[in-house]
DNA sequence: GACCTTGGGTTTTTT
DNA sequence: ACCCAAGGTC
């Protein structure tokens, strides 16, 4: 879509009685309407979970655009996710139709991009700037503190990363650190120093990093008043959904966008109202969040912005939905119950009309694969009750979880997607083609050109690349440009024709790249490396699988042709950018989706399964040690709830691998916030952990001959689901204060008799390497496996 | 310059 | 358990 910027300054009616089509506002709450036709310059919704706020948000757009009070063009609405700006328009379009198409409705970062886009020239950047993901802007950082031998102050890519992202948020750049910064200590003059290189190391290669994105566009506004006013003209109805998950930079910007128009920067012939001084009254300002969300502190979201935003906006209004219309009532207890245990909160009380419901059903497995068999087993039993697997959802907290449950799901042949887990465009080969895209659209971007230099292989090793490297800074050049002079830097004739032959290459693909399609791009690159072809001709299973996700790539541009025909590469690579976890979620392919519970937020489904509820993973065991960090943890498990609409089970294991060492795990402290009565225990924790409690167990059976995997800490899996969730199931027992040395005999009830050969670990978390007659070796909790010392 | 082995560090969450 | 970097060998 391409925006005429200059046109857009309309007529603005504002009746001062809005009209709104009671059909807009049907079955909506009281507090709903009120938040659909209230007018004002701010309005704060407060969106409790399940409370309807994207029908109050599509439905106060479509009045808008109903009572003529708004152009489509004149609304921008900034929301979490593409997906949820995908779903929004979707919406909008029910109500108003093609109107909606008129209207800029994306995430921070798209917008952000649209307009430093339009813009580049004025930021001193090109209008094909690269975006960098966290791996880009750590793999540049690596560099640099390698050129400045900087680990040997301490400073780790990771932790430098974080600082200059968490600076950026705040909106402190490089020269306004330097300002701050304090000189005399050499740790802070030397970060100081990678921030500054970092900084221009981004300058040069024509790129900025995610944070860059929303800071730029700020810098934007604030050095170019006559940039700002375009949009302050043209957005006179700004609304935000997830309010609560603001960090200051965006804020920043949203004060830039609803400021009003000083008179110097309206054209004479403006159509709009002007205020009695001639400028142009501020944009109306709409928020929708609930604190009780907030669960993206670490990347800079700030609470205040929501729970201030009455003292921000004096004139604001505040309409606070609570009715829930997802959940049943035992859910939204548990819910209000553990946010309740939160201090320093607006008070909010989730309820229902709908119903009790079931109760939530908790389970305690013996590892995670018991856990995850668990979830597996009643998954089945809630398909053959009639639930569709799209309507399943598994949480987790950290994404190494998610393993165990892949494991079980691919024997129970339940199909299952990790929306944010496939991570496709991390993979090597992706990024290498990526990088192959880049240096087409930014020729400037010498890291994605490094990237590929020697991929496939064309005898460009680090050596060659260093001259290469020496050369451009001797010259003042970009990398590409030194390639093209190789033949004057005395390199051998091989590696020299090598060098030749990629730059002409790429010149070449260049030249097309203004009109030709990506696929045809990509196509031309892949062929004419030889990428793909070295790839099929390796023979390896390995290469034959990065072969297709190559291919999977080529149609995934082709993709995009068909939906944006007008895309270019430039496009293309920015939506790739910035595609989120969140946006591959399919609601109806037929498969559960399994995510960390940061995804799962906006989402609901009928049946939410939320594992690994244990300390030192819910609440992590990292946030437990920071400020405000076990809140912030408990707002994750309140998010986790609420996205159930009639079952909620809660699980875990009492041991948990940790850096693939079996550990023994705690209940989380948050399943003690839920009213017991609440919660049917299959297997409480108290079962699972009693002292030397020993239960009939199932009979172990293996069909099939040897199971897929084995687990040493685990009891095989494979057993009749049947008999899995009927009868009592997992043998979960304590060996007390059992202790083991190298050279004992145990028998073990699974593996049968072996000899111990190592014993490492101390207490409860000691370990036995046990040498199996017939099954192998195995490490175990020596606490709590089913052995016993011969 | 490519390939293999070894050893150390590492995981919270993400646009 | 796994990923990556470094160092050794061909």
């Known amino acids: ?10 007529d603005q009616a504002t009746p001062d009685a809005v009209t709104v089509d009671e059909e807009l506002l049907a079955g909506l709450n009281p507090q709903q309407r009120e938040a659909v036709l209230y007018r004002g310059p701010a309005l704060l919704i407060v969106a409790g979970a399940g409370s309807g706020k994207t029908s109050v948000l599509t439905r106060r757009i479509a009045g808008l655009i109903a009572s003529r009070e708004a152009w489509p063009s004149q609304i921008l609405a900034i929301t979490f996710t593409n997906k949820a700006a995908a ?34 020239e004025v930021m001193g950047l090109k209008q094909g700037f690269t975006i960098y993901d966290t791996a880009d802007s750590r793999a540049l950082l690596k560099r640099i503190l390698k050129e400045l031998d900087a680990d040997t102050l301490g400073f780790s890519v990771a932790g430098v990363a974080n600082r200059i992202s968490k600076l950026k948020n705040e909106l402190t750049d490089v020269d306004l650190f330097a300002r701050q910064v304090n000189m005399d200590d050499p740790k802070e003059s030397a970060f100081l120093e990678l921030f500054r290189r970092y900084t221009q190391g981004l300058r040069r290669a024509n790129a900025l990093d995610f944070d860059d994105l929303i800071a730029e566009t700020v810098y934007l506004f604030r050095a170019f008043p006559d940039v700002a006013a375009l949009y ?5 109805h700004v609304l935000v959904d997830e309010y609560q998950d603001t960090n200051a930079a965006q804020y920043a910007l949203i004060r830039e966008l609803v400021r009003p128009v000083a008179p110097e920067h309206v054209p004479l012939d403006t159509r709009m109202r002007v205020g009695a001084d001639g400028g142009i009254p501020a944009a109306t300002l709409t928020v929708v969040g609930d604190s009780d969300q907030s669960i993206y502190a670490f990347r800079g979201a700030d609470m205040r912005n929501i729970v201030e935003f009455e003292q921000d906006f004096p004139q604001a209004k505040v309409v606070l939905l609570e009715q829930n219309y997802r959940s049943t009532q035992n859910i939204l207890d548990a819910a209000n119950a553990v946010i309740g245990n939160n201090f320093d909160r607006v ?23 018991d856990e995850a068999q668990f979830v597996a087993d009643e998954i089945e039993a809630l398909k053959k009750a009639g639930e569709t697997y799209d309507d399943v959802a598994v949480f987790v907290r950290t994404n190494a979880q998610t393993r165990p449950l892949e494991e079980i799901f691919i024997r129970s042949a339940i199909p299952y997607r990790i929306p944010g887990g496939t991570k496709f465009y991390e993979r090597a080969e992706i990024k290498d083609a990526m990088a ?8 400037d971007d010498d890291l994605a050109l490094r990237r590929v230099m020697n991929v ?76 793909l072809a070295g790839l099929r001709a390796s023979g390896d299973a390995q290469d034959e699988a990065r072969a297709e996700n190559l291919e999977e790539l080529v149609a995934q541009t082709r993709e995009f042709r068909r939906q944006t025909p007008e895309g270019n590469l430039v496009d293309f690579l920015t939506g790739v950018a910035l595609f989120a976890a969140a946006d591959e979620i399919d609601d109806e392919d037929g498969s559960v989706s399994i995510m960390t519970l940061h995804t799962a937020k906006g989402l609901e489904y009928d049946a939410v399964f939320l594992t690994g509820v244990e300390e030192e993973l819910l609440p992590h065991r990292i946030s437990s040690g920071e400020p405000g960090g076990i809140a912030e943890e408990r707002r994750l498990f309140y998010v986790g709830i609420t996205r159930a609409r009639k079952r909620l089970y809660v699980s875990l294991s009492m041991t948990r691998s940790l850096f693939g060492e079996p550990s023994v795990a705690m209940p989380s402290r948050f399943l003690q916030e839920i009213p017991a009565s609440l919660i049917d225990w299959k297997q409480s924790p108290g079962d699972a952990a009693g002292r030397n409690a020993m239960r009939p167990r199932a009979v172990t059976s293996r069909e099939g001959g040897r199971p897929k995997f084995s687990y040493s800490t685990s009891f095989p899996s494979d057993r009749p689901k049947k008999e899995w969730t009927s009868a009592v199931t997992a043998t979960v027992r304590d060996n007390g204060d059992l202790t083991l040395a190298v050279g004992d005999r145990i028998r073990h009830t699974d593996f049968g008799e072996g000899r111990v050969t190592d014993v490492t670990g101390t207490g409860s ?10 099954a192998g070796r195995k490490r175990l909790l020596i606490k709590i496996a089913p052995i016993e010392k011969l």
């Open 232 to 236: 302050q003209r043209r957005f006179r």
């Open 436 to 443: 192959y895209l880049i240096q087409i659209a930014n020729p």
């Open 87 to 120: 779903e929004m328009r979707g919406r909008i379009r029910e109500l108003v139709g093609s109107d909606a198409d008129g209207m800029w409705i994306s995430t921070f970062h798209s917008a952000c991009v649209r307009i430093l886009r339009r813009q580049a």
């Open 347 to 369: 008070a909010k009380n989730l309820f229902t009309t709908g119903g009790a419901g079931e109760r939530i059903v908790g389970y305690t497995g013996y590892s995670a694969h």
């Open 1 to 10: 879509m391409t925006w005429l910027l200059d046109d857009l300054d309309g």
């Open 765 to 774: 978390k000691s370990i036995a390497e046990v040498q199996f007659d017939t």
């Open 456 to 531: 496939p292989r064309r005898g460009i090793g680090p050596a060659t690349e260093a001259a290469l490297q020496a050369h451009a800074e001797r010259t003042g050049q970009t990398l590409r440009d030194a390639m093209r002079d190789a033949a004057s830097l005395g390199l051998g004739a091989k590696v020299t024709g090598a060098i030749l032959d990629l730059a002409k290459l790429l010149d070449d693909v260049a030249a097309t790249a203004a009109t030709a399609a990506p696929a045809d791009i990509l196509n031309t690159l892949l062929q004419q490396t030889g990428y």
